[in-house]
């Protein structure tokens, strides 16, 4: 069973950057598309990007398009979620998620990922 731990949130000022790590256990890790999700109060869940099983394929929400870049190394067993240029709107808790249904393609629907962390604050002031 896979189960996955963020961490790297913060508050930060705008312009600024974060990276964000996920961390996986379970040694099939490398076999599933991985996602990043965001919540901000009072508003639904919303993808930012995710990853396919290789990282050959990306997919990432118009709102982190050039500013947030997701990566994996499997080695490690974990995701990455740079965000850089940092804005106050992205102000939200950030959760990692795992695709085990469809290694090949990095959805955006969160209803296709089937594993959740706990989650990650991330405050972005003006």
């Known amino acids: 069973q896979v189960q996955l731990v963020e961490s790297g949130g913060g508050s930060v000022q705008a312009g600024g950057s974060l990276r964000l790590s996920c961390a996986a256990s379970?040694?099939?890790?490398?076999?599933?598309?991985m996602g990043w999700f965001r919540q901000a109060p009072g508003k639904e869940r919303e993808f930012v990007t995710a990853?396919?099983?290789?990282?050959?394929?990306?997919n990432y929400a118009s709102s982190a398009e050039g500013r947030f870049t997701i990566s994996r190394d499997s080695a490690k067993n974990t995701v990455y979620l740079q965000m850089n240029n940092l804005k106050p709107e992205d102000t939200a808790v950030y959760y990692c998620?795992?695709?085990?249904?469809?290694?090949?393609?990095?959805?955006?629907?969160?209803?296709?990922?089937?594993?959740w962390g706990q989650g990650t604050q991330v405050t972005v002031s003006s």
């Open positions: 990853i396919s099983w290789s990282g050959g394929r990306t």
């Open positions: 998620a795992v695709d085990r249904g469809s290694p090949w393609i990095p959805y955006g629907l969160s209803t296709k990922y089937d594993v």
């Open positions: 379970g040694r099939t890790f490398s076999n599933y598309a």
